[in-house]
């Protein structure tokens, strides 16, 4: 299959998966998870119609999404990676949203930016739903204090949380705890779901699924 059937294929399956979930909302919005793949992958998606892409590394992006942009206008690139802060500043100068702000350092750092480009972006917090000590995130029971510390103190629009459930476990109960833990913290929207698990996710109330090899093929 190529690119563009198997990005088809994952679209109708979002569908069916929305509708199975009597999702009220339409469903779940596709980022398509475009890291390690080059312009020649991409463009037929972009010329497709789709327009949002994730990348997991900053560097990366800004080597191949501005070219990209340029040609194509209504693009919205999410930063789905971990960030230093000493890479903010391009953070905030080449993306739409950052979904994983998970400690305040980099939250002051992203704010600090945003305001100097007065660029604001819509921000997601990240959150470490196993408790993994090789992962980023905030802790669960962080999150409603690390939530409202982003908007109170420094004025953040965060408005969703993001979730990598560890990759030998269940991932329902961890998409069933980023829903609680979005609720009780008045967030409305939650990224969760890649290529393994994305209809489960649709079925627990995910507005965003990152897939990427499903569409672009092993990395
Ligand atoms: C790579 C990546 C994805 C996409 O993973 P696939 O299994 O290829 O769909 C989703 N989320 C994050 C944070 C990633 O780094």
Not at 87 to 93: E, G, L, N, P, Q
């Amino acid at each position: 299959m190529t690119v563009l059937e198997r990005y088809a294929e994952i679209e109708a399956k979002m569908a069916k998966a929305a509708a199975e979930a009597a999702r009220e909302d339409g469903g779940a919005e596709l980022v398509a998870v475009s890291k390690t793949f080059g312009p020649e992958d991409i463009l037929p998606v972009i010329e497709a119609g789709h327009r949002v892409f994730g990348e997991n590394r900053v560097q990366e992006a800004e080597g191949k999404w501005p070219g990209l942009r340029e040609k194509f206008p209504g693009i919205e690139l999410h930063l789905i990676g971990p960030l230093q802060s000493n890479k903010a500043a391009d953070a905030v100068a080449l993306f739409d949203v950052i979904e994983t702000i998970d400690r305040e350092k980099i939250a002051r750092a992203l704010k600090a930016e945003m305001d100097k480009q007065g660029r604001q972006l819509t921000c997601y917090v990240q959150v470490n739903t196993g408790l993994e000590p090789q992962k980023a995130g905030i802790a669960p029971a962080d999150t409603a204090r690390f939530v409202a510390f982003c908007r109170s103190e420094l004025g953040l629009a965060v408005e969703g949380l993001m979730c990598i459930p560890p990759a030998d476990e269940n991932p329902g109960p961890h998409f069933a705890l980023l829903r609680k833990l979005a609720r009780e913290s008045d967030v409305a929207k939650l990224s969760m779901g890649m290529s393994g698990d994305f209809e489960t996710a649709i079925g627990f109330g995910a507005t965003s699924v990152r897939v990427g090899s499903a569409i672009f093929g092993s990395r």
